[in-house]
């Protein structure tokens, strides 16, 4: 297990990286830049990362473990955001408060290139299906929609797009849209009992709880 000071050094090399990757893009950036940036040789960078790919993957978790960690906390205060349409909500307005996942979100490929896909995409997509299948057992989505993770899926994407005349994005008015949506294509019309949302507010927090233990361990892999 890392060091704390191992840690606060791998944390000052991903913000370095970070910077980095919003301002050149991902195939610009070089583990070289990297390290000047953060104050530390390029071996040491290796300390932590074997590679390039390795790296910008830690850097994206742990974008992720904030995003999941604000989810969870919310989640444990209100149970009703376990509602599709709430959680969406939600979930959207933090993603675009987080300039590398909206970026990762909108397929902006300046900025992630072909960021490296990880032992770890195997975890997620068995967290998507296990959260649709929490969401469905409870009654909080509808089980007749043809193809309902990928529409979904495809449906909350398009919200993050920009504007094709240039506007510029209204957050809490997009969020509100895709709420809307959310609620009327996806969620039964009859309001959710409250004992359903406790319960499946309860298994998303354990869900999400586990797949943050997941990115912490991956983003931290040496002690160095």
């Known amino acids: 297990m890392p060091s704390r000071r191992s840690e606060g050094r791998a944390d000052r090399i991903l913000d370095a990286a970070g910077d980095l990757l919003m301002r050149l893009g991902y195939r610009k950036v070089t583990v070289d830049d990297i390290a000047r ?24 978790r742990r974008e992720y473990v904030e995003l999941i960690s604000e989810l969870l906390e919310r989640l444990a205060a209100d149970p009703g955001l376990a509602q599709p ?47 649709f299948d929490c969401l469905l057992r409870h009654g909080l989505l509808r089980d007749d929609v043809p193809g309902l993770a990928e529409t979904l899926h495809h449906t909350s994407y398009g919200f993050f797009l920009p504007d094709p005349s240039g506007a510029p994005t209204d957050v809490e008015a997009r969020a509100d849209g895709l709420a809307h949506v959310v609620r009327h294509a996806f969620e039964p019309p009859r309001k959710p009992r409250q004992s359903a949302l406790v319960a499946a507010a309860a298994e998303l927090r354990a869900l999400f709880g586990a797949l943050l233990d997941a990115y912490q361990k991956a983003i931290y892999p040496d002690g160095g």
Do not use: N
Not at 37 to 59: C, I, N, P
């Open 85 to 131: 349409h709430r959680f969406s909500r939600m979930s959207f307005v933090a993603t675009c408060r987080r300039p590398l996942l909206l970026a990762v979100s909108t397929g902006d490929r300046e900025i992630i290139g072909a960021m490296a896909k990880g032992p770890l995409h195997a975890q997620d997509t068995v967290a998507a299906d296990q959260y």
């Open 37 to 60: 940036a953060s104050g530390v040789g390029k071996g040491t960078v290796y300390l932590h990362w074997r590679t390039k790919e390795e790296l910008f993957e830690a850097l994206l």
